[in-house]
């Protein structure tokens, strides 16, 4: 999901003291402007689609799952939902979770912080059987990434799987054009990100890998990776 990840590392700003996070408002804004333009310019979703499809082969009807940035909600919290699961949905912009209450009305959204959730946040959402993260991780300082794992682990029942998606790039927090407004973005390369992961007391199940053009003529294409995980029981 970028517009053009430089293809070396480059911090561009420096995240604030520990425990401090910074200022995020300026990111949910630009996906309030952006609402459902983003699945027009991000149309085709191979990779997620078969992610969720994972899960959909591996855990019972009626599982429980969070859809951490679940965006407009499109695909894949209404895949989960057509699946049988009890979806939870969780965006920052308040545009995105308006879209994706419109469009997946049997799942549950709340417009919450990623570092608001876990059993000792100030919103307990309870535990799930799976965690899915779509492009959400990327959205924060790298800084702050294995501190949202935890997290995640935290969230999951022993046991409990987790699916992730980041763009392969070695950046922290840069800045980039996003469909007309400004965003700021980190990103691994392979093998780190696989080590992030792993550091987090995740056992990687299954990766994958995509090239992917966006629907916009000005957006190279971007490599997506996928990881298929699980909490160790």
Known sequence: ??????????????????????????????????GDRYDEAFPYKKGQLAAAEWLIRTLPAGSRVLDLGCGTGLPTARQLVDAGFEVVGVDLSRRMVELAREYVPCATFHRLDIADLGPDGPHDLGRFDAVVSFFSLLML???????????????????????LSMVEADVDYFTIPFLG????????????????????????????????????????????????CSRPG
């Open 141 to 163: 300082p790298r800084v702050e990434i294995p501190g949202a794992l935890g997290m995640i682990h935290d969230l999951l029942v022993p046991g409990g799987l987790f699916t």
């Open 181 to 228: 407004n400004t965003i700021r973005v980190s990103g691994y390369l392979r093998d780190d990100l696989r080590q992030v992961i792993e550091e987090a007391d995740f056992e990687v199940v299954e990766e994958s890998s995509y090239t992917y053009a966006p629907a916009i003529s000005d957006v190279p294409p971007e490599e997506q990776l996928f990881l298929n």
């Open 1 to 34: 999901m970028s517009e053009g990840f430089p293809e070396t590392g480059y911090e561009d700003e420096e995240p604030g003291p520990e425990g401090i996070r910074p200022d995020r408002e300026g990111q949910a804004e630009a996906f309030d402007a952006i």
